[in-house]
Structure formats: C-alpha cells, structure tokens
C-alpha cells in the first residue's frame, strides 16, 4: 500500500502500480475534495481499460474530448472508493455529503463518509470495498480473456448442455 499525502499529483510509477486506489477527502475542506477531483482525473487518464492489466503494462485512455467535463468513462477505469473524512466535525462542513455522493455516482464507486479518528471499522470497510472492487475486475479481465482465448464457445456449451437436459429422458 502507498499512502500519497501531497499536493502533488500520483507519479505514473504509482498509477502503473497501484491495484485499486482509496482516494479520501476532508469534508471540512474543500481544496481536497477539489484535489481528489484532480487525482481521479489524473488517474483515470493513465490507467488504461481494464484497470489492473496496468500494474504491469499501461494502457493509456483515449485523450478526454472538450467540452465534456473532462470525464472519463468510470466503466472501464481503475477500481477506486472515495472516502469523506472528519465526518464529525460537521460544524465545519465544506462539502456536502450529496457533492460525494454525486462524484461517487460518477466515479460508479463505493463512497461513505468516516470519522477516521473514531471509526476504525469503518474505515477498514473502505479497504475492503476497494479489495472487493480489485477482485471483481480480476474475475471481469479473467473471463474476457477466456471469451477471446475459446471464441465465446464455453457459453455456446453451457446452452446446449440446458437445452439436452430440457429434452425428455428416454
Ligand atoms: N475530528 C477529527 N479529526 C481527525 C479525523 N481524522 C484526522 N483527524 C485529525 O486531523 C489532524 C490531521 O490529520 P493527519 O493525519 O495529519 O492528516 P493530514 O492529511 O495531514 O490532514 P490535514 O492536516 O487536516 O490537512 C490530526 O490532528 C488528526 O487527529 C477525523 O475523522 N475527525
């Protein structure tokens, strides 16, 4: 795991790297909500489709058209989980919980609000969730790559092997 507590933004050797990333922000600071918006974005258009075949060879994303809010399509990006921290200090509110809700509908990931100093489990559920997330794209990437290498015919197998045991035994 490699914790990254800077302005600046994840060098390339850590995006190639990395198999999922854990990207928290203060609710009690706008700047780094803002800056994980930057990092997303960053991230997003380094890691190629698939996500994890870049820890070992990067795919770089298509350049991001204008005009179009600079996304990219969180379908086919890296897995990630957005984390608000501070969420009991919430006298000092920046950002509204609805804000990472919605960057979170955008990224299509896990996202929660913790106090990180009161609720350890919590946070470990955060992990976890990015765990779950990288294991889910291995089992995608594992099974596309089985449709590439036997042509689609495991599924033309399993369709046969429904409909002989539809026909009547005799
Ligand atoms: N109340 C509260 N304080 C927290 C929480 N998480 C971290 N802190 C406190 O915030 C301060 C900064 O925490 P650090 O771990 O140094 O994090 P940092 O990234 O340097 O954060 P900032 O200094 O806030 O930019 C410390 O005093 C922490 O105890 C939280 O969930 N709630």
């Given amino acids: 795991m490699t914790m990254i507590n800077?302005?600046?933004l994840p060098s390339?050797?850590?995006?190639?790297?990395?198999d999922g990333f854990l990207l928290v922000y203060s609710i009690t600071d706008r700047q780094s909500f803002n800056w994980v918006k930057?990092?997303?974005l960053h991230i997003s258009e380094?890691?190629?489709?698939?996500?994890?075949?870049?820890?070992t060879t990067l795919t770089p994303m298509p350049p991001v058209p204008a005009g179009v809010g600079g996304d990219v399509s969180p379908t086919f990006g890296p897995p990630m989980v957005l984390l608000g921290n501070?969420?009991?200090m919430v006298h000092l509110r920046q950002?509204?919980?609805?804000?990472?809700e919605i960057l979170a509908k955008d990224l299509e990931c896990y996202f929660s609000e913790v106090a990180a100093s009161e609720q350890v489990l919590q946070v470990a559920n955060a992990f976890h969730e990015v765990f779950k997330e990288v294991?889910?794209?291995?089992k995608r990437q594992k099974t596309s790559l089985l449709d590439r290498v036997?042509?689609?015919?495991?599924?033309?197998?399993?369709?046969?092997?429904?409909s002989d045991s539809a026909l009547p035994k005799e």
């Fill in 86 to 88: 501070k969420a009991d």
């Fill in 150 to 162: 036997l042509g689609n015919k495991a599924t033309k197998i399993y369709v046969r092997g429904k």
């Fill in 46 to 55: 380094r890691k190629g489709r698939g996500g994890l075949a870049g820890a």
């Fill in 95 to 100: 950002v509204s919980s609805e804000e990472g």
């Fill in 38 to 40: 930057r990092v997303r």
């Fill in 6 to 8: 800077t302005e600046a």
């Fill in 12 to 18: 390339q050797e850590t995006i190639s790297w990395a």
């Fill in 135 to 138: 294991q889910n794209v291995r």
